[in-house]
C-alpha cells in the first residue's frame, strides 16, 4: 500500500514536497515513480527512481524544477517541486514496481490514491 500527502494549493513560484510512505513491500527493491494526471489530459510520468536512487529519470517539464528522492529506512519516497507553474496542476500519484529499473516505464503494479496540486497564477 502506497500513502500519498502533501498536495495543495499554492502560487506560481511556490515549492511543495510530496511524500508517499509504503507498507507492505519489500521497499528498498522497488522501483519508485510519480505520475500526474491533469485534467482532461493524459497521465504523465514526471519522475522515476530506481531501489538504491542512484538511477533517475525526469520528463522534460519538470527537469530543473523537480527532484525525486528516497528514504529506504523509512520506506517513502519524495518529490521536492520548486518553481512551480499553473501547468504543474494536477492529481499526483506515487506508484512501485518491482523487478528491474527500466526509466521512464509506466508499467507499475501498486499505487497509491493521489494527491492533489493546484498553482494559480
Known amino acids: 500500500q502506497l500513502q500519498a500527502s502533501g498536495g495543495g494549493l499554492v502560487q506560481a513560484g511556490d515549492s511543495l514536497r510530496l511524500s508517499c510512505t509504503a507498507s507492505?513491500?519489500?521497499?528498498?527493491?522497488?522501483?519508485l515513480g510519480w505520475f500526474r494526471r491533469a485534467p482532461g489530459k493524459e497521465r504523465e510520468l514526471v519522475v522515476d527512481?530506481?531501489?538504491?536512487?542512484?538511477?533517475?529519470y525526469y520528463a522534460d517539464s519538470v527537469k530543473g524544477r523537480f527532484t525525486i528522492s528516497r528514504d529506504n529506512a523509512v520506506n517513502t519516497v519524495y518529490l521536492q517541486m520548486n518553481g512551480l507553474k499553473p501547468e504543474d496542476t494536477a492529481v499526483y500519484y506515487c506508484?512501485?514496481?518491482?523487478?528491474?529499473?527500466?526509466?521512464?516505464?509506466?508499467?507499475?503494479?501498486?499505487w497509491g490514491q493521489g494527491t492533489q496540486v493546484t498553482v494559480s497564477s
Open positions: 507492505g513491500l519489500t521497499f528498498s527493491s522497488y522501483t
Open positions: 527512481i530506481n531501489w538504491s536512487g542512484r538511477s533517475t
Open positions: 506508484a512501485a514496481r518491482p523487478g528491474l529499473y527500466f526509466s521512464g516505464t509506466y508499467s507499475y503494479n501498486y
